[in-house]
């Protein structure tokens, strides 16, 4: 089973940019699709980003795409979520989450495995 930890959260100012890190063990991470899930105070959690096993596809919610980016690196057993020109909106506890075999999943529920989180907060 694979375990995974999140980095990189902080506070920035709107406009500024922030990239987080999942870092994977116990676990072939190559055979995991992963995603990005971001939870606010007093809102249920939401799909941020997907990326295939292999890295080729990816998939993005509307309200980030073309400011974030998903990617990973199977040899360093990690993934990434490089997220620019951040929002006030996008203040958020971000966690990772990977699936066996898995796709590109928005469906926080087809994921087994969760990091505990990281704290993004941008300044409005």
């Known amino acids: 089973q694979v375990q995974l930890v999140e980095s990189g959260g902080d506070f920035v100012h709107a406009g500024g940019s922030l990239r987080l890190s999942c870092a994977a063990s116990?676990?072939?991470?190559?055979?995991?699709?992963m995603g990005w899930f971001r939870q606010a105070p007093w809102k249920e959690r939401e799909f941020v980003a997907a990326?295939?096993?292999?890295?080729?596809?990816?998939h993005y919610a509307d309200s980030v795409k073309g400011l974030f980016t998903i990617s990973r690196d199977n040899a360093k057993n990690k993934g990434y979520l490089q997220m620019n020109s951040l929002r006030h909106e996008d203040t958020a506890v971000y966690s990772c989450?990977?699936?066996?075999?898995?796709?590109?999943?928005?469906?926080?529920?087809?994921?087994?495995?969760w990091g505990q989180g990281t704290q993004v907060t941008v300044s409005s």
């Open positions: 989450a990977a699936r066996f075999l898995g796709g590109l999943e928005s469906d926080d529920k087809t994921y087994a495995y």
């Open positions: 990326i295939r096993s292999s890295g080729r596809s990816t």
């Open positions: 116990r676990g072939t991470f190559s055979r995991y699709g």
